[in-house]
């Protein structure tokens, strides 16, 4: 059955009670510190969604803050960072202790395999992680990570055949959408169009709702079409506080806090879960809690200075 052309407008609850299961595999849109999907994030963590596999490239806060919250059994991903605010704390950790099966990937590894999704094939030929003991990675489940072949029309050239990534459902902050559920990513975009084009499902939150007479005016500004999105949530700073470009910078004091709680796990990550997700009804009430208009206008103003 096709994907609806209307009626895709949710809340964040409506969205990711309709669309993520416990058990899903969810692909995480966004990259390190930019346009992370935060607002979607802390949904999943407050409807407690469970026994979860993140995938995608670098799973930074988002993944970070489900894996705390105890809803993830595996991630299959290039690395976890939050670039100079370090590596992703609760999902180091859990790795470590055993309590989450890592399946290392490196970053155009992950991209192929989305590639491969969006594309209806079963699997990419590539030659990325040629070289690295990446390629001694353990079957998970019995099923196989990759395959090696030679090139037939190249005897002796090596070539890493890897398992297409299609998740359940996929979340995505992006600058614009269409109620119609047309997508306008600006600046970069990473693994996310090929991501969405090879997903079950997807929730895409938004700076703004544009009309659909707009799009039609700039169709060249659509990133990926209506017909791959399921659900278009309008959540301003949804992001937060990773930046989203032309709208708001990073907030570096606020990761910077973030970091120092996440290093420290048990009970002072527990009360940040508390207080800053469950306490909170909607990712609206989260940033009352966590930062100030004033502070929000900062981080605006000095994205706009570096346009």
């Not at 510190?33 to 979607?40: P, Y």
């Not at 700073?237 to 048990?266: C, F, I, K, M, N």
């Not at 009352?288 to 000095?302: G, I, M, N, P, Y």
Request: some cysteine; overall charge negative; hydrophobic content about 35%.
């Amino acid at each position: 059955m096709g994907k609806p052309i209307g009626g895709k407008i949710m809340t964040a609850k409506e969205a990711v009670e309709s669309l993520v299961f416990d058990g899903a595999t969810v692909g995480m849109g966004g990259q390190s510190i930019g346009r992370c999907s935060m607002a979607l994030a802390h949904e999943i963590v407050r409807q407690g969604k469970k026994d979860l596999t993140l995938v995608g490239c670098n799973l930074a806060l988002s993944t970070d803050i489900m894996v705390g919250a105890g809803l993830v059994k595996r991630t299959e991903c290039g690395t976890g960072n939050l670039e100079r605010f370090g590596t992703a704390f609760r999902w180091r950790e859990a790795a470590e202790q055993g309590r989450l099966e890592v399946d290392d990937y490196s970053h155009l590894a992950m991209a192929s395999r989305f590639l491969a999704g969006s594309l209806g094939l079963p699997f990419m030929p590539t030659k990325s992680m040629l070289g690295s003991d990446l390629l001694n990675k353990k079957s998970f489940d019995g099923v196989k990570p990759f395959e090696m072949l030679d090139n037939p029309w190249n005897p002796g050239e090596p070539v890493v055949l890897l398992p297409a990534c299609t998740p359940d459902v996929s979340i995505v902050h992006v600058q614009k959408a269409d109620e119609m559920g047309n997508v306008i990513i600006e600046g970069f975009t990473t693994h996310e169009p090929e991501m969405i084009k090879a997903s079950k499902s997807v929730i895409v939150s938004c700076e703004e709702i544009v009309s659909s007479d707009e799009v039609r005016r700039n169709p060249d500004r659509t990133t990926v079409p209506y017909i791959f999105v399921d659900a278009v949530v309008e959540q301003p700073w949804g992001a937060y506080p990773t930046s989203t470009y032309r709208y708001y910078e990073h907030d570096a004091d606020h990761l910077s806090r973030y970091q120092a709680v996440a290093r420290s796990g048990g009970e002072a990550y527990e009360e940040y879960l508390q207080e800053s997700i469950y306490g909170c009804e909607t990712f609206a009430d989260h940033l009352e809690k966590v930062t100030s208009t004033e502070r929000l206008d900062e981080l605006r103003r000095s994205m706009h200075r570096l346009l």
